[in-house]
């Protein structure tokens, strides 16, 4: 049994770079047309990957659907942009691995190069520029040929947002209460005195000056201010359920026929 890898497997699997940060899906395999053996991956990064980069396959490490790359994050998503629709020239190979930090590609080995498992674009290494680029379509067999299409992979963050804060403050009002209060007058009251009574009260009858007094009293007002518990308030959370439509553009293959130059 043999221990090579399949390309397609690559077109399968998750990019990571080098510390182990996610990137996003293999979008492009490119192989050295000489050898077969890949030599470039375009991965997609970025939000929804709508992003993408071309990195060399020097150092990687595929395990299961895991590709590791031999490079960080950040050199990755500053990489040079060429389109991924051509082949890579050898200019624009040498521009690539100079901003890797790399003076060619290394030998790649181990992957099954077989015609079963071409990736959908195909470019030449320097070496093997002068040969051009493989077919965009590659044949699993002499009549018949795989399509490809993109499609778009849409995954939810949750991010903070927004800091809510639960405080209070004090404010002053006036407040009026009326409070009903009693208070003593002075009332002169006359009575007029009988004949017996009169007689009785002959030794009082002289006249002259006499002074009388009454204390008065009267209700006064007393306020005072005292802090009583009156509410609780406490701060929480709902979650509302929102759509969001999220769009991109995706591409695909078509296929057509071309029979003694008329296309079908």
Sequence with gaps: ???????????????????????????????????????????????????SSLVPMRGHRLEGDQLTLAFDKDRIKDAPDFDADKALTPEEEREIYAHYGVDTAAEVQGYDAG??????????????ATTGAADRGETVSDDTMIRSEERLNVSKDRVATETARLRKYVVTDTETVEVPVTREEVRLEREPISAEEAARMKDAGEIGEETAEVTLHEERVNVEKETVPVEKVRLSKEQIQDTETVSGEVRKERFETDVDGERK
């Design 115 to 128: 015609r079963e498992t071409a990736p959908r674009h195909a470019a030449g290494t320097e070496a093997a």
């Design 1 to 51: 049994m043999s221990d090579k890898k399949s390309i397609r497997d690559l077109f399968d699997a998750t990019a990571y770079d080098k510390a182990g940060d996610k990137l996003g899906d293999v979008k492009e395999v490119f192989v050295d047309d000489r050898t077969g053996q890949p030599t470039f991956v375009e991965v997609g990064h970025g939000l929804f990957g709508m992003s």
